[in-house]
């Protein structure tokens, strides 16, 4: 079965430090992957897009795809209060019109 | 980024009435629009896909003749919940796919169901 796995949490990371999200995927032949943001109550807020293997950087967030290994990440630094909510990753599965999400992991940034 | 809207925002109806749920896709053309549902603390559940100028596919375990789906312009996909019950209660949201591959979402529908 083609799935997108995270770890739901909680993970509290202490304000200013690094958040490290993690997310695995089981379709070796997928190409994009997606990491979004929701807050309780609002829907998905898309954060970043990744393609290609290596790191992709816009602002404080990073992430980082590892095709070999099938595994995608989210750093987050100089983590602030109003970063806590639940992140999602997603990904194209098996030729799928749509995104399989991840169940999400949620995140709490301790002041 | 691409701009999604949905209307309303949110709707409380009566047990046996139907509600219809608007999607649209603000500055771009989206020929595939997805609607899922999310219930309190839990994860988004996709119920279909929506393809303009065709029949929906639905996800397995969703009623295709209590949620008729409508996507009849590049632009707009309509949701109906037809006869809705408390148990239909809900947030629905709807995303739109952006070429070449990136899904955007709308702010959500919040139906409570009396």
């Given at each position: 079965?083609?799935?997108?796995?995270?770890?739901?949490?909680?993970?509290?990371?202490p304000?200013?430090?690094?958040?490290?999200?993690?997310?695995?995927?089981?379709?070796?032949?997928?190409?994009?992957?997606?990491?979004?943001?929701?807050?309780?109550?609002?829907?998905?807020?898309?954060?970043?897009?990744?393609?290609?293997?290596?790191?992709?950087?816009?602002?404080?967030?990073?992430a980082?795809?590892?095709?070999?290994?099938?595994?995608?990440?989210?750093?987050?630094?100089?983590?602030?209060?109003?970063?806590?909510?639940?992140?999602?990753?997603?990904?194209?599965?098996?030729g799928?019109d749509?995104?399989?999400?991840?169940?999400?992991?949620?995140?709490?940034?301790?002041? | 980024?691409?701009?999604?809207?949905?209307?309303?925002?949110r709707?409380?109806?009566?047990?046996?009435?139907?509600?219809?749920?608007?999607?649209?896709?603000l500055?771009?053309?989206?020929?595939?629009?997805?609607?899922?549902?999310?219930?309190?603390?839990?994860?988004?559940?996709?119920?279909?896909?929506?393809?303009?100028?065709?029949?929906?596919?639905y996800?397995?375990?969703?009623?295709?003749?209590?949620?008729?789906?409508?996507?009849?312009?590049?632009?707009?996909?309509?949701?109906?919940?037809?006869?809705?019950?408390?148990?239909?209660?809900?947030?629905?949201?709807?995303?739109a796919?952006?070429?070449?591959?990136?899904?955007?979402?709308?702010?959500?529908?919040?139906?409570?169901?009396?």
């Amino acid at each position: 079965q083609k799935e997108v796995e995270q770890n739901s949490g909680p993970l509290s990371v202490p304000e200013g430090a690094i958040a490290s999200l993690n997310c695995t995927y089981s379709d070796r032949g997928s190409q994009s992957f997606f990491w979004y943001r929701q807050y309780s109550g609002k829907s998905p807020e898309l954060i970043m897009f990744i393609y290609s293997n290596g790191d992709k950087e816009d602002g404080r967030f990073t992430a980082q795809l590892n095709k070999a290994s099938q595994y995608v990440s989210l750093l987050i630094r100089d983590s602030q209060p109003s970063d806590s909510a639940t992140y999602l990753c997603a990904a194209y599965l098996g030729g799928a019109d749509g995104l399989t999400f991840g169940k999400g992991t949620h995140l709490i940034i301790q002041p | 980024g691409a701009v999604v809207s949905q209307h309303p925002s949110r709707v409380i109806c009566k047990s046996g009435t139907s509600v219809k749920i608007e999607c649209r896709s603000l500055d771009f053309q989206a020929t595939t629009m997805f609607w899922y549902r999310q219930f309190p603390k839990q994860s988004l559940m996709l119920m279909a896909t929506s393809n303009e100028g065709s029949k929906a596919t639905y996800e397995q375990g969703v009623e295709k003749d209590k949620f008729l789906i409508n996507h009849a312009s590049l632009t707009l996909s309509t949701l109906t919940v037809t006869s809705a019950h408390p148990e239909d209660s809900s947030f629905y949201i709807c995303s739109a796919r952006s070429p070449p591959d990136t899904q955007y979402f709308g702010p959500g529908t919040r139906l409570t169901v009396l």
